[in-house]
């Protein structure tokens, strides 16, 4: 550490907290009452910040639906939102499905049983990377103008918005239902007068919510006060050209700032000149609205053209960023990944031979997401599960908290230098929030490194000692908080959420950036300290530090009103913890592998074989569970009972696949209208290695699903049953994961044969894929190619990986 200190110096100027007329819903104090003003959300008569996830139920089997809802409950989301895409529902004209995994009423029944509120997202046009954007075919060719008020589509459009209003008919939110918002249309940016319109025609057929929305980015004139604007942000973008290195707006992403659009997104499919038009026009005043965000990139697809690779930091350091530049609606898309159908007459992706900009795969639509295209836990999903239960259990207290920059805070995106900070605050309470992460260019370390910041008439000097805030770090620490009477000030730890003990709040805070944690008590909101820490008194401020946080590591602080205790986790616990409605009540779960809340009970999904047994903590404590072999019994450790699980635990399997056919010489071809590289077609396909692949009998005899794990290097790949095409992949890194359990109907006789199709990477082919990607590709040793020169391709392994599930039932 050098001797010269970086001083970081804020004087909060906000305005005080105040009360604010309501702009939408219904405002009171009532259990369904919800409202928006122009700052944040009220439900129930309190401030409300929503944390929303997206999950398409028409791309994920219906059977599935209920487990996958509670693995986003579980990960902290409170609103699920979802596409109705036309083309899948009457793909020909006059002839509607709903049934089987279309069925958009089951779909809502179970996320209203699975403790979700509804967003539904109903068009026309929905984007999604759907063939026509969701539009059906016949549409396409009808004698009518799409996404306008020509008299001749609205007929369309009503009988489509009927076929919805008697799917939900029961369920909206003033019925009792789930559905507490609607949004119209899709990066419509130039015609506000037909958002009007087709939200009219909405209501006249019976759809309705209190909250309306539509997308508000690519400077979109929509009009005023008929729906919020809901913005979004990407740490890449599967859209761009395969020449450029990041994407510059995806950068600011990674910044603290006023600014909510993202004119990138959906820009593909606008001409350059129309982008200028809009700017001109400018949008409607959004300080006249609160920051509401639909999609913040839970990870991105993968373009043919141009194929990134996400990792779990990029997505928790941008979801935070937003936060702390004053988001008060968190919606992430995708936050559960899918499989785009087929239909009786076409393929229903994004492609060139559609007219649209990018090709995207036939099947995959996994999205990188937190939650897998089969399901699959990623380590973001815990990541953003701290940050989710922070918002839904303290979101109160954060809402009205408005954004406060420092005078010297970096507006150039390529200033890679500068530390970013920023304050949310209302001249009270404050949190500081702090960046040093972003995707590609790696951020320096910051030596040295205090904030001096004015709170209240109050210098708060966090941390008490400099230090080193280290490249990748991104944290957000609570400066002056008041939790019961009790008035924290200078934690530098990050609130993870809270849940109520008997006696009081239990504040459960996590250690960052391997910082020390330290803070202050204001001496007049509390009368006495209890720690294994070392605690002293500097004038009216009692400090605490010399804490070691773990899962025992509690400080009580008897107030005023309750004794307000505080949980201090290390990093690896906190990624292991999540607040769950469990067992009659609030309670705090801290398990070493994921553990999923169906509100009586937990289902723990080790990810490997190596983690045979599990202690569970549960606070408040539970008395016992019942288990696969029996009853268990829970031991008291502080605050919080333990139970110990036998896991059930599968061994991976290594498969043999027969080589049928090694790839022949090919070259990647351009789309005529974009320039942009196309993904091979069947035809082109004839040059790809093929191979042949038995999958046992006993891969679908369990109760769990197991994974075929495709080690590979390549540039698409394809899975077939017979003709049928069950899974692809463009080629972009990671290993090709595909669940089995949906494919057990094709088993006939001892095993399930299937063909693999593998092209290899063409080294001229104009397609962008990560350095870490190319570092795959430069490591590769080509096999079965017909010219090691020109292309590239190894299958390294093909294996069977169990996801078996543990069940517990708990006694509280």
């Given amino acids: 550490m050098t001797d010269a200190i970086t001083t970081r110096s804020i004087r909060v100027t906000s305005p005080p907290r105040r009360t604010l007329p309501a702009i939408m819903g219904s405002p009171g104090s009532a259990p369904r009452d919800v409202a928006a003003n122009k700052q944040y959300l009220v439900r129930s008569g ?172 690519g400077y979109a004139q929509l009009p005023d006060g008929e729906v919020l604007p809901l913005f979004g942000g990407y740490g890449e973008a599967a859209w761009d050209t395969a020449s450029t290195p990041w994407p510059q707006q995806s950068r600011s992403h990674y910044f603290f700032s006023s600014g909510r659009d993202d004119d990138s997104i959906g820009a593909d499919l606008r001409a350059p000149d129309d982008v200028v038009k809009v700017r001109q026009h400018g949008i409607m005043d959004p300080s006249g609205y609160p920051f509401a965000t639909c999609e913040l990139g839970g990870g991105m697809y993968t373009s043919y053209h141009r194929r990134p690779w996400m990792h779990p930091e990029d997505i928790a350091a941008l979801s935070l960023v937003k936060i702390g530049s004053g988001s008060v609606w968190q919606g992430f898309y995708m936050y559960h990944g899918g499989t785009q159908r087929i239909g009786r007459d076409s393929t229903f992706q994004e492609s060139h031979a559609t007219g649209y900009p990018n090709d995207c795969p036939v099947r995959t639509y996994d999205f990188q997401a937190p939650i897998g295209e089969y399901g699959q836990l990623r380590p973001h999903w815990a990541m953003l599960r701290r940050q989710a239960n922070w918002l839904t259990t303290m979101g109160h207290e954060l809402a009205p908290l408005e954004l406060q920059l420092p005078a010297d805070a970096p507006v150039d995106m390529a200033n890679t230098r500068e530390l970013r900070s920023c304050l949310r605050t209302d001249g009270t309470e404050a949190y500081l929030f702090v960046n040093n992460h972003q995707p590609v260019d790696t951020l320096p370390d910051h030596e040295a490194v205090q904030f001096h910041v004015e709170v209240a008439g109050r210098q708060i000097v966090v941390p008490e000692r400099p230090v080193t805030i280290r490249s990748g770090d991104h944290f957000a620490w609570p400066l002056a908080l008041t939790v019961d009477g009790v008035r924290l000030l200078g934690l530098t730890a990050q609130v993870q959420g809270m849940v109520d003990l008997d006696d009081g709040p239990l504040l459960i805070c996590f250690q960052t950036a391997g910082i020390p944690i330290e803070f202050g008590v204001d001496a007049a909101t509390v009368d006495t ?38 949980l201090l986790l290390d990093d690896e616990s906190s990624r292991q913890a999540s607040v769950e409605q469990l067992a009659g009540r609030s309670r705090l779960v ?59 635990v599968g061994e991976p399997m290594e498969l043999s696949p027969s080589l049928v056919r090694p790839a022949a010489a090919w070259a990647p071809s351009n789309d005529v209208r974009t320039g ?75 095993t399930l044969d299937v063909r693999l199709e593998l092209m290899p990477w063409h080294r001229e082919a104009p397609v962008f894929v990560s350095e870490a990607a190319r570092a795959l590709l430069a490591a590769c040793r080509p096999e079965h190619v017909a010219d090691p020169g020109l292309q590239l391709l190894a299958l390294r392994s093909v294996r069977l990986i169990p996801r078996p599930v543990t069940r517990l039932e708990l006694h509280p």
Wanted: hydrophobic content about 40%; charged content about 25%; some cysteine.
């Fill in 590 to 648: 801290i398990s070493p592998v994921p553990a999923i809340s169906d509100g009586v009970g937990l289902e723990l999904q080790p990810s490997s074989a190596d983690v045979s047994t599990a202690t569970v903590r549960i606070v408040p404590p539970v008395k016992g569970a019942t288990g696969d072999t029996g009853r268990l019994e829970a031991v008291p450790d502080g605050l919080a009972g333990l139970v110990q699980v036998d896991l059930r």
């Fill in 46 to 217: 309190r401030p409300w910040i929503p944390v929303m996830g997206e999950f398409h139920f028409a791309r994920y089997p219906a059977a599935e639906w209920a487990g996958e809802l509670r693995k986003l409950r579980s990960g902290g989301i409170t609103v699920v939102s979802t596409y109705v895409l036309w083309h899948l529902h009457e793909e020909r004209r006059g002839e509607f499905d709903w049934s089987g995994d279309l069925d958009l009423r089951q779909f809502v029944e179970q996320s209203h049983q699975a403790g979700l509120a509804c967003c539904v997202r109903i068009g026309p046009w929905g984007h999604a990377e759907a063939r026509y954007g969701g539009f059906p075919d016949w549409l396409m060719s009808a004698d009518c103008t799409p996404r306008t008020d020509d008299p001749a589509y609205l007929a369309f459009v009503e009988t489509f918005y009927r076929e919805i209003a008697a799917q939900i008919d029961g369920l909206r939110w003033d019925q009792g239902g789930p559905i507490i918002a609607v949004q119209i249309e899709n990066e419509l940016y130039d015609n506000p007068a037909h958002i009007v319109t087709l939200k009219q025609l909405a209501r006249d057929v019976g759809i309705d919510a209190p909250l309306w929305t539509a997308t508000g980015w």
């Fill in 529 to 566: 300290v209890k720690t294994d820490g070392r605690v002293t008194r500097e004038a009216d401020v009692i400090r605490v530090c010399g804490l070691v946080p773990r899962p025992r590591c509690v400080v009580e602080l008897a107030g005023p009103v309750s004794t307000v205790r505080m």
């Fill in 676 to 750: 942009r590289a196309s993904a091979p077609d069947d035809e082109a396909f004839a040059a790809a290695a093929v191979y042949s692949l038995s999958i046992p009998r006993e891969a679908f005899s369990a109760d769990h699903d197991m994974l075929l794990e495709i080690d590979w290097i390549g540039d698409v790949g394809r899975l077939f049953i017979g003709t049928e095409l069950v899974a692809d992949q463009f080629w972009y890194g990671p290993r090709w994961e595909i669940g089995l359990r949906r494919l057990a109907d094709r088993l006939v006789g001892d």
